[in-house]
């Protein structure tokens, strides 16, 4: 069975710096990390890989190609294949035209289930995973917490959806996109000590323009259908505000106010 | 006339009604008309708010049948051409908008928090990097305008008198779902944070002892909240998460407890009374949005407000 995961490097968003003077995010040096959604469902393919026989895991993910060092990495906890799909051209795409992208690559692979992640810690639209679902005609089900290992077969497998309200366990139909949740707590293995430094090269494909073929007016900036106009920074209206210590008067302070309003 | 088309979604369906005020928001003054799709469900309350109301009644579609559903929603769009369709940015609608967005072709922006109209070019406002900027987006050459929306984002105030048309949709094409539900259990019964009028909130400074807010919480009989940060550390669940991709929240009283306060967690703070922070650092944004600002250990003066709240408890017990 084939397994694609399709992942997304992330700036470490928590330490993120932000140049409040030119309102731009400062990138130089900004780490990255596998998105935690994402990582959770290649530790679920993985897992399935350990369990059962014949299974093959690609991964999958659009970026620059400064990923190359953390993809390889992904090789080296046994992925069986790491697919990069980069080129200048799609700089800048929104979307709508990733999702066109790599479901362009997807469309003439072969695979029985597709894995992702619900959410992303950066832009977390979540668009990415409906909208290559529909372009290949396949169901996609989001915010799954849990995979029933031993019911995953070629047909079919069994999910459990966190939806608010309720848990659901739902029977999904393959070929699917089945979008996972950190909460799901798949995590992915550690790289051996002795797997450091394993040369994974010829494990890794670059997938160029070259190969998917658009026209320069279908992706990038012009192709996107929704643009930013501008950023800016919010400005909160500021409060006439009291400033206290945790001493008594402090604590006398908030006491007051909160007998006052009526909240003790 | 404009046509907005708003999807109800049975699961939330009031607040999916809501969106009209997102609507509202688009057209100012300007009159437009008002469609809702209900699928498979349907309320009374509505008839008075919108001016068609699509009915779907097709046992063949389930509400997680997402695939169907966009069916319904690609039949519609070319039957009435939407100028804008409005998708409440719940479990289902956030499967749902992508797919009808790329079916018909269109941009989409998700979790919008605010919209401008600018002479007809509609501008739609969402926080980007974390929250910490807001970014303005708009369509280039494609329509329908198509966003999705937090439920409680707009304010939506109920004075319309309309009386709806109904207009009855049967789908001609429904293919097989492929994915059946198999049994589902109700969760605990935790309350909602929304519905609480006092959230003791946490964030990354008090993410070691997180269970001490409930202390207080109890004290004060509120609920406890936590910011993103907690809740994408594992610490607390993403239920009580408070924010942009968490909940949209008006208490009466948040105590914001070593909350940094970005611009995603203010997105969730939405006519909040009155904000007490606590903080080690007094200049975190969220302190210039409270009322009070209390600079330390924000452990400390839980513990210190529970004993004051305890001495005031026990006077008015021997009185």
């Known amino acids: 069975m084939k397994l694609i995961c399709l992942v997304k490097f992330i700036p470490d968003v928590e330490n993120l710096k932000y140049d409040y003077d030119n309102n731009v995010i400062i990138r130089e040096n900004v780490k990255l990390i596998l998105n935690p959604d994402d990582a959770s469902a290649l530790a679920l393919a993985l897992k399935l890989k350990d369990m059962k026989q014949n299974i093959n895991v690609e991964v999958v993910s659009m970026a620059p190609l400064n990923v190359i060092p953390y993809m390889e990495d992904l090789l080296r906890i046994r992925v069986d294949r790491a697919t990069l799909i980069t080129d200048k051209m799609y700089v800048g795409s929104d979307t709508f035209v990733t999702s066109k992208i790599i479901a362009r690559y997807l469309q003439d692979t072969e695979f029985d289930c597709i894995l992702t992640g619900t959410h992303s810690l950066d832009g977390d639209t979540a668009h990415v995973p409906s909208q290559i679902a529909d372009i290949l005609k396949v169901r996609q089900m989001s915010n799954i917490v849990k995979v029933y290992e031993e019911s995953f077969s070629k047909e079919s497998v069994v999910v459990e959806v966190d939806s608010e309200k309720e848990y659901c366990k739902y029977l999904v139909e393959l070929p699917a996109i089945l979008s996972i949740q950190k909460e799901s707590k798949y995590k992915l293995p550690f790289i051996k000590y002795k797997d450091l430094g394993l040369d994974v090269r010829d494990k890794l494909y670059i997938i160029t323009n070259e190969q998917l073929n658009f026209n320069k007016n279908e992706v990038g900036i012009e192709g996107s259908l929704t643009k930013v106009s501008r950023t800016f920074v919010k400005k909160n209206n500021k409060k006439q505000k009291f400033l206290l210590r945790v001493d008594e008067d402090g604590i006398e302070t908030v006491f007051q106010f909160l007998r006052d309003k009526g909240f003790v | ?319």
């Open chain 2, 1 to 319: 006339m404009q046509k907005v088309l708003i999807y109800l979604d049975a699961e939330n369906f009031e607040d999916s009604v809501g969106l009209l005020a997102a609507a509202d928001e688009i057209y100012k003054d300007c009159k437009y008309e008002s469609f809702g799709l209900c699928i498979n469900y349907f309320d009374d309350s509505v008839l008075d708010k919108f001016d068609c109301l699509i009915r779907v009644n097709d046992e063949r579609i389930n509400y997680y049948d997402i695939f169907n559903i966009t069916n319904c929603f690609e039949d519609l769009y070319r039957k009435f051409l939407f100028d804008v369709i409005l998708i409440p940015a719940t479990q289902t609608g956030r499967m749902l908008a992508p797919r009808i967005a790329m079916r018909l072709q269109t941009g989409l922006v998700a979790d919008v928090t605010g919209i401008n109209n600018l002479e007809g070019k509609i501008e739609m406002i969402r926080p980007a990097f974390n929250g910490r900027i807001l970014a303005a987006i708009v369509n280039q050459n494609c329509s329908p305008v198509m966003m999705s929306i937090r439920p409680n984002t707009f304010t939506y105030c109920n004075n319309s008198a309309k009386k709806a048309k109904i207009i009855s949709y049967e789908p001609y094409h429904i293919n097989p779902c492929g994915i059946k539900l198999l049994e589902s259990k109700e969760k605990e019964k935790a309350r909602d944070i929304r519905e609480s009028k006092i959230l003791v909130s946490g964030g990354g400074g008090v993410a070691e002892n997180f269970h001490h807010l409930y202390l207080l919480a109890d004290e004060l009989g509120g609920m406890v909240s936590a910011s993103r940060r907690v809740v994408d550390q594992g610490i607390a669940s993403r239920s009580i998460q408070v924010g942009q991709s968490g909940k949209i929240v008006s208490p009466k009283l948040y105590i914001a407890l070593g909350i940094y306060g970005s611009q995603q967690h203010i997105e969730g703070l939405k006519n909040v009374e009155n904000i007490i922070s606590v903080n080690i650092n007094k200049d975190a944004p969220i302190c210039s949005l409270s009322d009070i600002v209390v600079e330390g250990d924000a452990i400390e003066f839980i513990d210190k407000l529970i004993k004051r709240i305890k001495k005031y408890n026990n006077t008015k017990i021997k009185k």
